[in-house]
């Protein structure tokens, strides 16, 4: 591959940063240093810039880059991500929206302690969800780790890791210095930056197969290596049982983990109302449901116009998949438009990464604070939010570093894949507490506590057993085997497992259920009464 992309790949990833750094610069000075200009921005967006900002905080590393990969690798069974992705914001839609908006200050905690005993509560729920985004960071690391190895035309280690190191300083910079607001404004650029790239592209190999879908899902078939097996179920979770179930885990995991994640439900809060809160899951959808589609095209296109062999031989787990086509639907290596193309997707893509993991790292750092700093620590008489927020900025700075750490021990995983498994995490450990909280009457403070707990520990220690971690040649140690759990995702088995345990808890605790406290949560959380 010719390096002449490179230089103008990496002004147009310097040109987004430094606006990027120029919005982060205006807002930090006009903030005012309070918890709710740091945590919710104020609270001043409109349904239309935050429904903006879900998407841009949803379309991640792993859906533009990992997800086409995928597809390109394995076909029918790749579209599953695209299909889960979506589908799971009728649950957010539905189930969980304005009820969080209603109920919840900042955080996942703030809905769950408003009926329980705090302190237990708020470590349980923050703990889980310092949990979910440091999984949905390193997600993100990969992928800047694998861009960048194909940006540079090597796989050079040590490229990789201080481009990791990089995307992490700066992820810092952004939640110490600009919080929520200018995360959101940075969600917002990178959204309008990514659905146009996504719509070049698309664009582009319709154009290459006359608009003729079917020519494109043949070529890709032929291809493929696979034949007709590429355009049906099975190439990836057929065969066996184990496959099978894998494929019904990671399903579930898909589209129940989007309720549970803390980034997206801490966008519910920047709204000023539970109803703006709805518009604006309105406004994501509609961009999400687009980009998912547009990512099958890409997918599909990158199979049939590169090869799955080749797309496989750039990167094992295909996440350079998109950038790869990107050179040749401009002209192929070489060429002034594959050059232009390439550069402008690789610019893209890094955008993407920055954005998502700034949003993030914001509500992981407000976790650590705002749940279990002020839960660990008794409020002194006459203290005020800020030492709050100053310990949320040096969270940041130990969250970027433990998600950089890990990263580096799993660069050659796919990036949707290990999006994956965070979903699976989040379904498991928050939505049963998030869900018990909000819809039953007779949930208490020892159900709520050994819900989290009852769904993290289980889904961590199966992922810890499985082929993920050892015991194949693409796991993080594949050089040592411990592995006893078949299953590469946990969700079939940590999803129930943290509603059961959220059932025992409460049925064998001795504390009476609070009728009072419940019946206030039920009506701010129907009609918006008390509401922050």
């Not at 807002?27 to 709710?36: F, I, L, Q």
């Not at 049982?241 to 994640?261: K, N, P, Q």
């Not at 094992?316 to 438009?337: I, R």
């Not at 993407?352 to 993991?357: E, F």
Request: proline share 4%; with cysteine.
């Amino acid at each position: 591959m010719s390096g002449d992309h490179q230089p103008l790949a990496l002004v147009l990833f310097s040109a987004f940063v430094a606006v990027t750094l120029a919005i982060t610069t205006w807002v930090s000075r006009h903030r005012h240093g309070t918890a709710e200009e740091f945590y919710a921005g104020g609270r001043l967006f409109s349904p239309m810039e935050n429904g903006f900002a879900i998407a841009g905080d949803y379309m991640s590393a792993a859906s533009f880059l990992g997800i086409s990969g995928l597809i390109a690798l394995f076909g029918y069974d790749g579209m599953l991500y695209s299909v889960g992705f979506l589908v799971a914001w009728l649950v957010v839609l539905f189930l969980v929206a304005e009820l969080v908006r209603n109920c919840g200050r900042f955080t996942l905690a703030d809905v769950v302690a408003s009926r329980m005993a705090e302190r237990p509560v708020r470590i349980a729920a923050g703990t889980s969800s310092v949990t979910v985004s440091v999984l949905y960071l390193v997600a993100q690391m990969v992928g800047a780790g694998s861009l960048v190895a194909l940006l540079l035309g090597g796989t050079s280690g040590a490229a990789r890791t201080w481009t990791v190191i990089g995307v992490g300083a700066l992820m810092v910079v952004y939640v110490s210095l600009g919080g929520m607001r200018a995360t959101t404004w940075i969600q917002i650029v990178k959204a309008v930056l990514l659905m146009a790239g996504a719509v070049a592209l698309t664009v582009l190999v319709l154009v290459r197969f006359h608009g003729d879908v079917n020519a494109l899902l043949n070529t890709a078939a032929a291809h493929s290596g696979h034949g007709g097996g590429f355009l049906v179920p099975g190439l990836k979770y057929g065969g066996d049982w184990t496959a099978r179930l894998d494929f019904i885990s990671l399903g579930l995991a898909l589209v129940l983990g989007t309720a549970g994640l803390p980034h997206i439900l801490s966008r519910f809060y920047t709204v000023p109302t539970a109803r703006a809160a709805r518009r604006s899951v309105v406004w994501s959808i509609g961009l999400i449901g687009g980009f998912y589609l547009m990512t099958i095209v890409l997918g599909f296109g990158a199979a049939a116009l590169i090869g799955s062999d080749a797309v496989r031989s750039s990167n094992a787990a295909g996440n350079t998949a998109v950038p790869l086509l990107a050179l040749e639907l401009g002209g192929g290596a070489g060429s002034t438009g594959g050059t232009i193309l390439f550069a402008v997707v690789a610019a893209i893509a890094f955008a993407t990464i920055l954005a998502v993991v700034a949003g993030i790292t914001l509500a992981s750092s407000a976790s650590v604070a705002h749940d279990l700093y002020a839960s660990l620590r008794r409020r002194r008489p006459g203290s005020t939010p800020r030492g709050e927020v100053a310990v949320a900025r040096i969270a940041a700075a130990g969250i970027g570093a433990v998600a950089i750490a890990l990263s580096l021990l799993a660069q050659e995983l796919n990036v949707a894949f290990l999006v994956g498994l965070a979903f699976a995490v989040a379904a498991s450990a928050n939505l049963p507490v998030l869900l018990y909280s909000l819809f039953w009457r007779n949930f208490t403070t020892r159900g709520a506590v050994w819900s989290v707990y009852g769904g993290l520990i289980p889904a961590l220690l199966l992922v810890a057993l499985s082929p993920v971690v050892s015991g194949s040649p693409a796991a993080v140690l594949p050089g040592v085997d411990f592995h006893v759990f078949p299953l590469e995702n946990p969700g079939l088995v940590s999803i129930p497992l943290g509603f059961l345990a959220g059932w025992i808890g409460t049925v064998t605790s001795t504390e009476p259920p609070d009728a009072a406290r419940h019946a206030e949560t039920e009506v701010r959380s129907l009609t918006g009464a008390g509401a922050v």
